[in-house]
T-cell receptor
């Protein structure tokens, strides 16, 4: 699986959009981009994933660049409960083998 | 729909002992993965079970072993515990379909402390 690079920490004001970047310059054509988050002392929570196209769900939007070498997770209106570690993960397709390779992630702190 | 549950929540053992951690998959899921998360680190993949067979393993020694039962619940067994085994152990279930876009749902974890 391709390696990802994320900033170690970010801050965001409550109510503003949080934009979390991820670099995955060695991504292969069949690899998906996944985002998970982990609130303190809980298990990771799935947020969103995508292959090429931008994706949106009730939690967030995922913007993937045309060359697929980077992506941005957008939380449109951050709340204090969004304070967590956010993990960007790249994972191969075409298999039921479910290994997720977590890096250090980005610690997002949402301030009042 | 019942989520992923794990037991026990916390556990304290001493070096050399053996431990068994348990996981119940989310309803309808046939795949279980186990992860170890040391303090301040991201989760590290231990192994995965698909339809009662191990079908992938991370860089963990053989004293880490597992089982998956016909109802798709799972156990993680660790023998000869070492101090470095102290960690949060996470179980994740998913529906294995041969496709990658099957997200994993994590349980709350078991906090193991080895003294």
């Amino acid at each position: 699986d391709a390696k990802t690079t994320q900033p170690p920490s970010m801050d965001c004001a409550e109510g503003r959009a949080a934009n979390l970047p991820c670099n995955h310059s060695t991504i292969s054509g069949n690899e998906y981009v996944y985002w998970y988050r982990q609130i303190h002392s809980q298990g990771p929570q799935y947020i969103i994933h995508g292959l090429k196209n931008n994706e949106t769900n009730e939690m967030a939007s995922l913007i993937i660049t045309e060359d697929r070498k980077s992506s941005t997770l957008i939380l449109p209106h951050a709340t204090l409960r969004d304070t967590a570690v956010y993990y960007c993960i790249v994972r191969a397709g075409g298999t039921s083998y479910g290994k997720l390779t977590f890096g250090q992630g980005t610690i997002l702190t949402v301030h009042p | 729909e019942t989520g992923v549950t794990q037991s026990p929540t916390h556990l304290i053992k001493t070096r050399g002992q053996q431990v068994t951690l348990r996981c119940s998959s989310q309803s309808g899921h046939n795949t279980v993965s186990w992860y170890q998360q040391a303090l301040g680190q991201g989760p590290q993949f231990i192994f995965q079970y698909y339809r009662e067979e191990e079908n992938g393993r991370g860089n963990f020694p053989p004293r880490f072993s597992g089982l998956q039962f016909p109802n798709y619940s799972s156990e993680l067994n660790v023998n000869a515990l070492e101090l470095d085994d102290s960690a949060l152990y996470l179980c994740a279930s998913s529906l294995g379909t041969g496709l990658a876009n099957n997200e994993q749902f994590f349980g709350p974890g078991t906090r193991l402390t080895v003294l």
